[in-house]
């Protein structure tokens, strides 16, 4: 865990997800394929999708979500709650 969070915090920082949003209320992880992080940038809400095979390839869509996390296998979004 020691080398793995700075290597991830590093990542995310260098597609562009501030440090704010990158915490456990933030960002969920499902195995070691994908990484959801919910942040909102400028008024509006998104959800980023890292996957780490490719994470130069990250995918942004703009929902609003209390959590987020995607299923590797079927590549679907499961999405909690949602706030207006």
Do not use: W
């Amino acid at each position: 865990h020691k080398i793995i969070l700075p290597l991830l915090n590093q990542l995310l920082q260098t597609l562009g997800v501030s440090p704010a949003s990158i915490s456990f209320s933030c960002l969920t992880m499902e195995s070691d394929r994908f990484i959801c992080i919910r942040e909102k940038v400028g008024e509006q809400n998104q959800v980023l999708i890292v996957d780490l095979s490719d994470p130069s390839e990250p995918i942004r869509r703009p929902i609003t979500a209390d959590s987020a996390i995607m299923n590797p296998a079927s590549k679907v979004i499961a999405l909690k709650g949602c706030c207006s």
